[in-house]
Structures are given as C-alpha cells and as structure tokens.
C-alpha cells in the first residue's frame, strides 16, 4: 500500500518567516509533486521532480523553492512567509514511464501564515 | 495552457438521487484522464481514470465515467447515491506530451441527505 506521509498536519508562521514543509512516500516512485489547494480553484501545481536533484516548475512556484537530495524526500520551501500563502498544501507521488500514472496523495499541511 | 472546467461547485442531493458531475477541458489532442476524491479528513484519492480504450469507465464504489471526445468531457455519474458519498470530487488531465502532471478543475463539493 502507498503510503505518502506529510511532517505537519497543521502549521501557524509569521510573516517573513522561513518555512519547510517535508514529504516523503515509500513507494520508490520517481516523480514527486507539491500542490496548493485553495477553495473554488481546485489544486494547482507548484512544483514537481522526477528524479533526485531534478525539479521543474509547476504553473505557480513564485515564492516557493524545492529540494530533493534523495528519492523518497521532497521539500517545499517558503523562504519568506507571506500571508497569501495560507492554504492547504498537497504532496503527491508517481511513477513514471507511463504517461498518466495515478498520483498518491499525502494528507495535506494546513498552513497559516500571520 | 491546459484549462479543466467543473461546473457545478456545490452539488446537494438526497440518497438514492443520481448523479452526474461535469467536466470539461480545453487541450485538443491526446488526453489522460481523471477523477479524484477527497472523502472528509481524508487523503485525496483516485476514483477513475481513461486512457484509451472503452469510453466508459468503471471506478470504485459504483462511479463510472464517459469520455465523450468531440465535447472534450469527461462526467461523472452514479445512479444511486448514497450519504458516504459526500465528499469533493475533482477531475484532472494529463496531456499525452506532458509527463506525468496534472491539471485539475476546481473541484465539486457533494453533500447527501439521509
């Protein structure tokens, strides 16, 4: 069973505050994927990597980075907080190979920024 | 860029109604196809998807789904709901040339009446 696995359920940070938020999936899939899901908007795609040190941007990444030093680990970073970056964030992962593999989904960090 | 519409942002039904949840996208050419759900407090998960093949689609718990190309739409149907249902649902593409990313709509929230 796929299990993808979220450091926080629920984060409260500060304005200008440095963020990490950490995802890790034992599945040895290959691609990994961070979303933001807001209300009405559905989730939109920040960033992705389909290999260690590799990551491409998604249609939103402005303000955000990513890191992946090993496979089963990706990061999101926030480098400075700010208030329109209150949400939900989505980690995912996949294998790839074939186009369209089914994505599995963490639990999802609530983040709130003040 | 790829756009995925779902028309309806609130669906409210009582048991035993049945369903059909739209969908619609804008990429015009090949096309994987879509639908999660996001069960209250719990992870999101797949419901469904198209590759190619038979244009309908059987997922779990009694949902299916149509691709029907020539309107680029992809709906979700169940005949008869029921209160475990209630959830949001979203549908998502992946375009043939695009790896493994998605595109999601903004979602529908479905609340059943018992």
């Known amino acids: 069973d796929v299990k993808v696995t979220q450091s926080s359920r629920y984060l409260v940070k500060r304005t200008g505050e440095k963020v990490f938020l950490e995802c890790v999936q034992d599945?040895?899939?290959?691609?990994m994927f961070w979303y933001r899901q807001d209300p009405g908007l559905g989730l939109r795609l920040i960033y992705f990597?389909?290999?260690?040190?590799?990551?491409e941007k998604g249609d939103i990444p402005e303000g955000y980075s990513v890191s992946r030093e090993k496979k089963e680990r990706f990061s999101l970073i926030l480098e400075s907080a700010s208030t329109n970056q209150t949400s939900m964030y989505l980690c995912a992962s996949s294998f790839s190979g074939v186009l369209g593999e089914t994505q599995y989904f963490g639990p999802g960090t609530r983040l709130l920024v003040l | 860029a790829q756009s995925v519409s779902q028309h309806n942002h609130h669906v409210i039904l009582s048991e035993a109604a049945s369903l059909e949840l739209g969908c619609n996208y804008s990429y015009g050419g090949t096309v994987n196809l879509f639908w999660y759900v996001q069960y209250p407090g719990q992870h999101l998960q797949l419901l469904l998807k198209?590759?190619?093949?038979?244009?309908l689609v059987k997922g779990i718990k009694g949902f299916e789904a149509e691709f029907i190309k020539s309107k680029f739409s992809f709906n979700l149907r169940k005949p008869s709901v029921q209160w475990s249902d209630t959830a949001e649902y979203f549908c998502a593409v992946n375009e043939g040339n695009a790896g493994n990313m998605l595109t999601f709509g903004g979602g529908t929230r479905l609340m059943v009446k018992p």
């Open positions: 990597s389909y290999d260690v040190k590799m990551k």
């Open positions: 198209y590759f190619s093949g038979d244009p």
């Open positions: 599945m040895d899939h290959e691609n």
